[in-house]
């Protein structure tokens, strides 16, 4: 099976990442793939926490714990591991988290959003979180069902999983699963997010999901097509100022809306 496909139109491109979306149970066009847009076709599929680099794994919980001691109280509902873990994430704290979107669009802007990199090959990574639910250990799998949904809430993981320990421990074998984080920032609802999580803090997705060729797909973007993409998007109002409010994601749009090209 060939995982890796290079898109040659912005056409062909919104093809390939709607093909597959018609769910015949429900009689909806409804994809079932988690996308993750990066501006580097080259960039593996790494986590924060193990760019940082050195003993990594075993200041994960360092890193939290210090975070969650001197964050205020109020910013998270809650004095769960999964609820810290999503702030933390989303303020730059290295984590074992990876991020994704339900949407294609959002994927392609932040494939195209560094004009910095427009002279390299951008990616959109394809997972199918549907099917790879059916790897996971069976009590998330159980959880799943009896929820009738596709991808935990944090809630529903923190009645089975209260920590990392946990985690690791509903399994021999690595497994990774997806998770919704609550709504508790604009950003998250806005870039339609959700994060990916493993079990084991030393993994690679990309590499791990060699394992499951038939789950995901590598979508290839040239950098002759990231312009022509680009000025779409913005014409569609996917831009920073949209998925980042405030002052920041303003000033990031206008910044890249002014730039010359070249």
Same mark, same amino acid.
């Given at each position: 099976m060939n995982n890796e496909y290079r898109v040659t139109s912005y056409n062909d491109l919104q093809e390939k990442l709607f093909e597959d979306s018609w769910n015949p149970k429900l009689g909806r066009f409804r994809s079932r793939f988690a996308f993750r847009g990066l501006s580097n076709a080259d960039y593996k599929l790494e986590t924060t /926490?193990?760019?940082?680099?050195?003993?990594?794994?075993?200041?994960? =919980?360092?890193?939290?714990? &210090?975070?969650? *001691?001197?964050?205020?109280?109020?910013?998270?509902?809650?004095?769960?591991?999964?609820?810290?873990?999503?702030?933390?994430?989303?303020?730059?704290?290295?984590?074992? /988290?990876?991020?994704?979107?339900?949407?294609?669009?959002?994927?392609? =802007?932040?494939?195209?959003? &560094?004009?910095? *990199?427009?002279a390299l090959d951008g990616v959109i990574w394809a997972v199918n979180y549907v099917k790879l639910n059916e790897v996971l250990p069976e009590v998330i799998r159980h959880e799943l069902s009896k929820e009738g949904a596709n991808v935990l809430t944090v809630k529903l993981l923190m009645e089975h999983v209260c920590s990392f320990k946990d985690l690791d421990s509903l399994s021999k074998q690595d497994f990774v699963l997806f998770i919704e984080p609550p709504s508790i920032d604009d950003r998250f609802i806005n870039q339609f997010a959700f994060f990916s999580i493993s079990s084991n803090p030393r993994l690679v997705?990309?590499?791990?999901?060699?394992?499951?060729?038939?789950?995901?797909?590598?979508?290839?973007?040239?950098?002759?097509?990231?312009?022509?993409?680009?000025?779409?998007?913005?014409?569609?109002?996917?831009?920073?100022?949209?998925?980042?409010?405030?002052?920041?994601?303003?000033?990031?749009?206008?910044?890249?809306?002014?730039?010359?090209?070249?």
């Open positions: /926490l193990i760019r940082l680099g050195g003993e990594y794994s075993l200041l994960e =919980h360092h890193l939290l714990r &210090n975070f969650s *001691k001197y964050a205020h109280q109020s910013v998270v509902e809650k004095d769960s591991i999964w609820h810290w873990l999503s702030i933390a994430q989303h303020h730059g704290l290295p984590t074992r /988290l990876l991020d994704w979107t339900y949407s294609p669009y959002i994927a392609m =802007h932040f494939a195209t959003a &560094n004009i910095d *990199k427009f997705l990309d590499e791990w999901l060699l394992q499951y060729p038939e789950m995901w797909q590598k979508i290839i973007i040239p950098k002759e097509l990231k312009w022509e993409i680009r000025d779409k998007l913005d014409q569609a109002n996917i831009t920073e100022r949209v998925l980042f409010p405030g002052l920041d994601g303003l000033s990031q749009w206008l910044k890249r809306q002014y730039s010359p090209r070249g």
